[in-house]
């Protein structure tokens, strides 16, 4: 029997079909599923003067795809955004009871006239409840840095991960500790286990695995200054095991 679709129904599914990219301006506006989350997070936007959105394009079982368009001014050296990709809900472990954090992604920034960095963070916390907007210890991975972007501290060594050289840095803010692990050069295409840095910070470091939870695994850009910006990231994925 011929399926009969009324006309009202036809553009009520093409909309469905073609009204996928969700727009986030708003300071905190996110976007989920149960696995992914989105955020805009313009946290310290006060520290100068411009704008930001960002834009899911997709979100599955296989990947989030989204951008982010910004331009900051004033305020420098100050992070005033970290717009990013993360993972939405995962159970939550010691790092010492984790078998792999994997973790692919593509992206490109079109316009590299700027101070910003391209990283991942993470956050760990001994209280399994502890906010997800800090914790004892952050481990960042900056895949570029472009400017005058810096991490926070100064840099302590050299450290093969995966086999990459990264620059390491640690500092402290309060009562949270950061390690920072900086690319020399740009790298746009990236698949790696998230847990070989840690194993690197327990060895090396005396990161405390054994009684520090895994609370947040993100990826996106901390903007400094500059614009107008666009960074564009295909297929980011990310598992907790
Ligand atoms: C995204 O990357 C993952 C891991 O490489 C892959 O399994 C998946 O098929 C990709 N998804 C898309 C939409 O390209
Ligand atoms: C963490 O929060 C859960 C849910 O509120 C609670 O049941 C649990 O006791 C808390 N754990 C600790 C260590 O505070
Ligand atoms: C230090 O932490 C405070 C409070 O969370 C925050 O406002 C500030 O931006 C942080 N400073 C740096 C350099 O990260």
Do not use: R
């Not at 599923?33 to 313009?42: A, E, F, M, R, T």
């Amino acid at each position: 029997m011929p399926l009969k679709l009324q006309p009202t129904l036809l553009l009520s599914l093409a909309a469905a079909v073609y009204a996928q990219e969700q727009t986030l301006c708003d300071q905190f506006a996110v976007y989920a599923s149960d696995q992914y989350i989105v955020n805009n997070n313009l946290w310290g936007e006060s520290e100068g003067s411009g704008s930001q959105c960002t834009y899911v394009d997709s979100m599955s079982a296989s990947g989030v795809t989204w951008s982010t368009t910004w331009d900051w001014s004033g305020g420098d050296g100050e992070v005033k955004s970290y717009a990013y990709s993360g993972l939405n809900s995962f159970n939550k472990l010691y790092v010492s009871d984790l078998s792999s954090i994997p973790t692919s992604v593509d992206w490109s920034y079109d316009n590299t006239n700027i101070d910003a960095d391209v990283s991942y963070d993470l956050f760990t916390a001994a209280d399994i409840n502890h906010s997800t907007s800090s914790g004892d210890y952050e481990l960042m991975i900056w895949l570029a840095n472009y400017g005058g972007a810096q991490p926070l501290g100064s840099q302590i060594s050299t450290a093969t991960v995966g086999d990459t050289t990264w620059a390491l840095w640690y500092g402290s803010n309060g009562s949270q500790q950061t390690y920072s692990f900086v690319s020399s050069s740009p790298q746009t295409s990236w698949t790696g286990d998230i847990l070989e840095f840690f194993d690197y910070l327990s060895e090396n470091q005396g990161f405390p695995a054994s009684s520090q939870y895994l609370i947040t695994v993100q990826f996106g850009t901390e903007p400094f200054t500059g614009g107008e910006t666009t960074l564009t990231v295909n297929n980011w994925t990310a598992a907790v095991n």
